[in-house]
């Protein structure tokens, strides 16, 4: 099974993935993942990335599409895998389709731009694992550090109020076009698309996911 989900940053696609890749047994492809990594390693493509991803805007869909290429090609993607934050304009999503990668299931998680600027002002991730935690809503056990490791859990650069807004625009104005994309996609390579209300418990949310995709 291949799987996007598509929703404005915050909307929780990172939290849910954690759980669909766990309970369908396919890789979780996350372009802001593997940017933030290769930011970390200090490799040439991170410190363009980093330039780009500080100020809200997007990393361009020649460097974007070649790194998802690559990474479906490994051996773990051939059953699968849930692209997260990934297509994110419309080249990336034709490119896709003209490499013959269908899709399955188009996930669109929908929350209100103020829940979002809060949600992101109280994130905490842990850079090795991408883990993902809020402050109040889904604190680590113990403050400050991550559950599984001990070690520090940061404040994403980017999490920034001003920069939220930012990826809040651009959102809205290169990614979202993709869910007509989708929905206006017909015959057997058409994905099926589904809608879903992010507000609520990431437990409610995960079940509508589930059942979304037929769990
Ligand atoms: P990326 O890492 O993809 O960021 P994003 O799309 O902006 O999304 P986020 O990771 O911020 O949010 P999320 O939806 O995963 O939410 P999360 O689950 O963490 O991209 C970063 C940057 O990289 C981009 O700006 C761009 O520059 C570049 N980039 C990446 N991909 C690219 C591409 N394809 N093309 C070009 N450039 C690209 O949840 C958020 C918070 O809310 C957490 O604290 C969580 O605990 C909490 N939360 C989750 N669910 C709930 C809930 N139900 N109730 C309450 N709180 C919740
Ligand atoms: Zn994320």
């Known amino acids: 099974m291949r799987l996007i989900l598509l929703g404005a940053p915050g909307a929780g696609k990172g939290t849910q993935a954690q759980y669909i ?26 410190l363009k990335a980093k330039a ?33 934050g ?10 896709m389709v003209d490499a013959g990668v269908t899709i399955d299931h188009v996930i669109e998680i929908a929350v209100d731009d103020e829940e979002i600027v809060k949600r992101l002002s109280g994130r905490r991730v842990h850079p090795g694992s991408g883990r993902i935690y809020h402050v109040e809503h ?21 999490d920034l109020e001003e920069t939220v807004r930012k990826r809040l625009a651009v959102y809205q104005e290169q990614t979202r076009p993709l869910v007509d994309f989708y929905s206006n996609m017909s ?28 769990g």
């Open 21 to 46: 890749t766990e309970a369908f047994g396919i890789p979780q492809i996350s372009t802001g993942d593997m940017l933030r990594a290769a930011v970390k390693a200090g490799t040439e493509l991170g």
């Open 52 to 84: 780009i991803m500080d100020t809200g805007g997007l990393v361009s869909d020649d460097i974007i599409i070649g790194l998802v290429k690559e990474r479906i090609a490994e051996p773990d993607c051939a059953g699968g895998c849930l692209f997260d």
């Open 86 to 95: 990934f297509p994110r304009t419309i080249p990336q999503a034709q490119a």
């Open 138 to 158: 889904n604190p680590p056990k113990v403050e400050g550090v991550d559950d599984e490791t001990g070690e520090a859990l940061v404040h994403r650069d980017d």
């Open 187 to 214: 015959g057997e390579d058409a994905p099926a698309c589904h809608f879903i209300e992010g507000v609520g418990s990431v437990q409610e949310i995960r079940a509508k996911v589930v059942a979304a995709l037929g």
